[in-house]
């Protein structure tokens, strides 16, 4: 299994500062990573599939990068809706995995 | 605009079973993997079955395996999962979740449900 380790678990930042949440993965999962950010009481939204595809309707300011280990999620100009939990989740290989998380704090 | 809708939680005992289902509306169901992901409370994602298109292939967390099953109704375009000898861990809330690409399984979720608990206590 795959074990993704996302980091920091929290992430204080002030709004209109930037934020950068990275994500690791165990083993090479080489671009088949998503982001998704999930609100209290809400279902998960996708952001970002294969590393570093924007989904439909996602603001430009949330982009990601990286392949195969290393990966970033990087929101350019934080905006009170942007404070939620964010999760990274390979699909390179079964099982499914997602990271513990990072939750996006205001500071 | 595509709905994913979970029923079939509720309170259950230790070792017991329970079937949840998700009915699904404006797309073409048999066409798309289908996923089940679980949340424990205040925990993080955990994925837990996936099934494709057809039905053919299925797919399980280790956790799960063995007790639960994954299957599907193309003709009510509806996704179940069949949960037996239920454990206190199982605790959570279990999100159907449909992948971004037709014709593949196991990859990435663009449409969730609302999620339903399940809970399992004496």
């Known amino acids: 299994e795959i074990v993704m380790t996302q980091s920091p678990a929290t992430l204080s930042v002030s709004p209109g500062e930037r934020a950068t949440l990275s994500c690791r993965a165990s083993h090479n999962v080489n671009s088949n990573l998503a982001w998704y950010q999930q609100k209290p009481g809400q279902a998960p939204r996708l952001l970002i599939y294969?590393?570093?595809t924007r989904a439909t309707g996602i603001p430009a300011r949330f982009s990601g990068n990286g392949s195969g280990t290393e990966f970033t999620l990087t929101i350019s100009s934080l905006q009170s809706e942007d404070f939620a939990v964010y999760y990274c989740q390979q699909y390179n290989s079964w099982p499914l995995t997602f990271g513990g998380g990072t939750k996006v704090e205001i500071k | 605009e595509v709905q994913l809708l979970e029923s079939g939680g509720g309170l259950v005992q230790p070792g017991g079973s329970l079937r949840l289902s998700c009915a699904t509306s404006?797309?073409?169901?048999?066409?798309?993997?289908m996923n089940w992901v679980r949340q424990a409370p205040g925990k993080g994602l955990e994925w837990v079955s996936a099934?494709?298109?057809?039905?053919?292939?299925?797919y399980y967390a280790d956790s799960v395996k063995g007790r639960f099953i994954v299957s599907r109704d193309n003709s009510k375009n509806a996704l179940f999962l069949q949960m037996n000898s239920l454990r206190g861990e199982d605790t959570a809330v279990y999100y159907c979740?449909?992948?971004?690409?037709?014709?593949?399984?196991?990859?990435?979720?663009?449409?969730w449900g609302q999620g339903i608990l399940v809970t399992v206590s004496s």
């Open positions: 404006e797309f073409t169901f048999s066409n798309y993997g």
């Open positions: 294969t590393a570093s």
């Open positions: 099934i494709s298109g057809s039905g053919s292939g299925t």
């Open positions: 979740a449909q992948e971004r690409v037709a014709g593949g399984v196991g990859n990435y979720f663009e449409n």
